[in-house]
């Protein structure tokens, strides 16, 4: 988690740096295999070095990026959850409750389907 740092730091907003340090630490506590990266000034975790999810924080909301795959996968518990969404990412807004179950649910679905993918995205 140490490599997330430097980026946790930039965030002025103390609510919001701990919201999403808390998103992360619960992340990698859960899925302590994969590996938290910094790529595109974006926090992410990867696992055998594909792209798992990122989670960054924007100016009114966390944004979570699974890749549109996943997206399509879970577009209704994104929609139930009450979370705005576009192709690639969805979006908590900083006072809004994280569903870690769908969270958990995506990851989880990334780690299986990507298991034997090789290169960092999907093509």
């Known amino acids: 988690m140490?490599?997330?740092?430097?980026?946790?730091?930039?965030?002025d907003n103390p609510d919001h740096r701990n919201r999403l340090e808390e998103i992360l630490t619960w992340v990698a506590e859960k899925f302590p295999q994969m590996e938290p990266?910094?790529?595109?000034n974006t926090p992410m975790f990867t696992d055998h070095d594909t792209f798992i999810i990122g989670i960054d924080a924007a100016k009114h909301h966390v944004s979570v990026a699974p890749e549109a795959v996943t997206m399509t996968e879970f577009?209704?518990?994104?929609?139930q959850a009450g979370?705005?969404?576009t192709k690639g990412l969805f979006r908590i807004k900083w006072k809004d409750?994280?569903?870690?179950?769908?969270?958990?649910?995506?990851?989880?679905?990334n780690i299986q389907d990507k298991a034997e993918y090789m290169a960092f995205w999907r093509k």
């Open 37 to 40: 990266v910094m790529k595109w």
């Open 83 to 85: 979370y705005s969404a």
């Open 97 to 109: 409750p994280v569903d870690y179950k769908l969270l958990e649910d995506m990851i989880t679905y």
């Open 75 to 79: 577009a209704e518990r994104i929609e």
């Open 2 to 11: 140490d490599v997330f740092a430097p980026y946790l730091a930039g965030i």
